[in-house]
């Protein structure tokens, strides 16, 4: 993309507040009018390949036919009706489906509108558990560092306390147990330590498996989330697998869990659950954890509902990705898109200041020791023709599982050349 298209497709930021955006300092925004596959179409008529799936959501890329003819199908049959008393078939199809899809006995799906709004769904039932079976003050969390869970208020105060993005709210946020991840002896007996501690103040462990997303794209092992389950079980403590980020393929495992072969309490889905077509999201408990609201006490209902929750457009939508996880090769796909990452992002390892290169699924990083000039690393991809969003202390890929092979490059080829450029400027 020329600079003048570059200036051409950007205008001064209108009324709007973006997301993780110091408004005083934003500069002008690339603003989109269509999509399709893995492209975005932006105002002047120039593309970037998007390079981060709309944040990990656009697995199938943009405008796929079949959930575009299931959601255009259901908008003219019924767009949404409240679920409170009521029902309907996609909501109904779509939670046997991931009940059979998921693991072991995660059988009981309750649906929401958003990632955060899952977990906090799941914070609540692991409180609420322990309640309705006659034991109290078990109602804070295990969580670990690095890990971000969301930005409501319940989700902040599992994220990372010190690194994370929500520091600023010390003080107000409950305060829960954080640990490091126990991926060595010392750190193992610390975990082991805390679980038997504390054990009658936990409600339960939360843990994003394999990938911690938002927390800089840092990876562990199955083995590391064995051990985090077994732990939590020998200690009679609820597991709650963050699969916002990770659940549909995108560490090259349907879900993350399948990894390590475990089956955590409850589960939380959003992202790609409608392949990015519709805010969705699913909280999935276990029978046991289900079987602690069955009850004739009114009082122990789960007193949770969102107005929106398992909107049929959406439960459309993700009816219709399933669909497409069944029929056409996504992970097959994921393992192409790995291979490719491990071989093409390779040359940005040993250049000055880059810290790691590092690739799980679909999904490549490559760690700098800074993040310097952030607004000049975006607009060096976009240059290049690449919507992606640096954080932290990285550049990333996660692109959607369709891309070919030549777009791929393409991606790789720019950021390895974005890093050695910061590498030339920043480098030491």
């Not at 409608?274 to 209902?301: K, N």
């Not at 040993?350 to 679909?362: S, W």
């Amino acid at each position: 993309m020329s600079e003048r298209q570059l200036r051409l497709s950007m205008e001064p930021p209108p009324s709007l507040w973006r997301p993780y955006t110091q408004m005083k300092l934003a500069g002008p925004t690339p603003k989109v009018r269509a999509t399709e596959g893995v492209r975005l179409e932006l105002e002047d008529g120039s593309h970037l390949i998007d390079g981060i799936s709309s944040w990990w959501t656009a697995c199938h890329g943009y405008n796929h036919p079949h959930i575009q003819g299931a959601v255009a199908d259901q908008l003219a049959r019924m767009p949404h009706v409240m679920f409170g008393g009521l029902s309907h078939e996609p909501a109904e199809r779509l939670a046997r489906r991931l009940a059979k899809l998921l693991p072991g006995d995660l059988d009981h799906v309750f649906f929401s509108d958003s990632g955060s709004v899952a977990v906090e769904v799941a914070m609540k039932m692991a409180v609420q558990y322990w309640l309705n079976r006659g034991v109290k003050g078990r109602h804070r969390f295990v969580s670990f560092r690095d890990g971000y869970h969301g930005d409501t208020l319940g989700a902040m105060s599992v994220t990372d306390p010190d690194g994370g993005m929500h520091r600023h709210f010390a003080g107000y946020l409950p305060q829960q147990f954080v640990a490091d991840l126990p991926t060595d002896l010392d750190r193992i007996a610390r975990l082991e330590t805390l679980l038997a501690r504390h054990r009658d103040a936990i409600a339960g462990v939360i843990v994003e498996p394999l990938v911690q997303g938002a927390g800089g794209m840092k990876f562990h092992d199955g083995d590391t989330l064995r051990r985090i389950a077994n732990a939590a079980a020998r200690h009679g403590h609820l597991l709650i697998a963050d699969e916002i980020m990770t659940g549909f393929g995108r560490t090259g495992r349907m879900f993350a869990c399948d990894e390590a072969d475990i089956v955590p309490d409850i589960m939380c889905l959003s992202k790609a659950l409608t392949g990015g077509t519709i805010a969705l999201a699913a909280t999935v408990a276990r029978r046991h954890v289900f079987d602690a609201f069955w009850s004739d006490d009114p009082a122990a209902a789960l007193m949770h509902g969102p107005t929106f929750m398992a909107n049929p457009l959406a439960c459309a939508a993700a009816n219709a990705s399933l669909d497409l996880f069944e029929t056409e090769p996504r992970l097959a796909q994921v393992r192409t898109i790995e291979t490719a990452l491990r071989q093409e992002l390779e040359p940005a390892r040993g250049l000055p200041g880059i810290v790691d290169v590092r690739v799980q699924g679909a999904i490549g990083v490559i760690q700098l020791t800074a993040l310097n000039d952030a607004g000049w690393l975006r607009r060096r991809f976009i240059e290049f023709g690449v919507w992606a969003r640096p954080f932290g202390d990285i550049l990333y890929l996660a692109p959607p599982f369709v891309i070919g092979a030549e777009d791929l490059t393409h991606l790789t080829r720019t950021m390895v050349t974005v890093a050695r450029e910061w590498s030339e400027r920043h480098g030491t």
